[in-house]
């Protein structure tokens, strides 16, 4: 077999596995801002209506640089993705702009890793009480590629994506942007499992009601092209069917599917917003 045809079989297969991990979040609540979470009493359960704040929250956005000075992200795909990222949260009321772009000549940040970067990139690079948002080549978060991570509210004001997943036309962002104003993922399982029947939904699973309980953390291709859920047939401890959320933003579902957030994940986001990040200018 010819040399050059083998480098372009290890290539494929690179980019494949690349692409299969990076449709991940590197999300994972801390101790303190899971302690936060235990004292606030969500407020949105029983709601009618999505309490619209109107609000525009200022972005300090930083592309670090490859070796070469390239930054790899272009101003024209941060300002498409962010009117996705606006029109994702649009019902809510808060909007975002950005107030500022720097980039970040340090090339060994382009190849983030949370433990070796996070500290000391921030230290240099973080405006306090704006939003600070992080893009690079790739993000390692707990010793995996993501597409990236945020912390919630009682966390640092700070999300780091790889640029390669910023597209106008995902949410991957949005996603993020959720965790950052305390949406768990759909299939959330550390407050315990959430039922089919929706009976401890205020107090397990992602703690939002109107999002049906997800049982796929892999985030499989388990639906067809009308994303309707396919598969696998799990039931949950009562025996009732699984029939998750598909198009939910805070799912691990494939992006041709993932568009809307819910009237419930609204509302909590205004109310951690309210409550824990109203600080934010």
């Known amino acids: 077999m010819p040399r050059s045809f083998l480098v372009v079989i290890l290539l494929l297969l690179t980019s494949t596995v690349f692409a299969q991990h990076t449709q991940r979040c590197g999300h994972q609540i801390s101790a303190q801002e899971k302690q936060l979470q235990q004292q606030f009493i969500p ?30 992200f272009t101003e024209d795909q941060l300002n498409n993705a962010l009117v996705t990222l606006n029109d994702d949260f649009e019902p809510s009321g808060l909007q975002f702009t950005i107030c500022k772009i720097t980039y970040i000549p340090n090339f060994q940040y382009n190849y983030f890793i949370d433990v070796e970067h996070e500290d000391q990139m921030t230290v240099e690079y973080y405006e306090p009480n704006t939003i600070n ?65 929706g009976s401890n939904c205020e107090t ?26 396919t598969g696998p047939t799990t039931q949950d401890s009562n025996g009732d069917w699984y029939i998750p959320p598909v198009n939910n933003i805070m799912s691990y579902y494939p992006d041709a599917c993932v568009c809307k957030f819910t009237h419930q994940q609204y509302i909590r986001m205004i109310d951690q917003f309210l409550q824990f990040r109203n600080y934010l200018w």
């Open 43 to 72: 407020g949105y359960f029983g709601c009618n209506f999505i309490n619209k704040h109107e609000r525009t929250l200022q972005i300090n956005a930083y592309i670090v640089l490859d070796s070469l000075g390239a930054p790899g």
């Open 204 to 229: 397990a699973g992602d703690i939002v009601c109107d999002t049906p309980a997800d049982p796929d953390p892999d985030g499989n291709a388990d639906q067809n092209m009308d994303c309707l859920y």
């Open 133 to 197: 948002v992080y893009f690079c080549f790739s993000v390692t978060r707990n010793g995996g590629i993501v597409c990236g991570y945020a912390y919630f509210p009682g966390g640092k004001d700070f999300i780091v994506l790889q640029k390669g997943c910023i597209t106008d036309d995902n949410h991957v962002w949005s996603h993020e942007m959720g965790h950052f104003f305390g949406l768990y993922h759909t299939f959330e399982t550390d407050l315990g499992v959430e039922l089919v029947n």
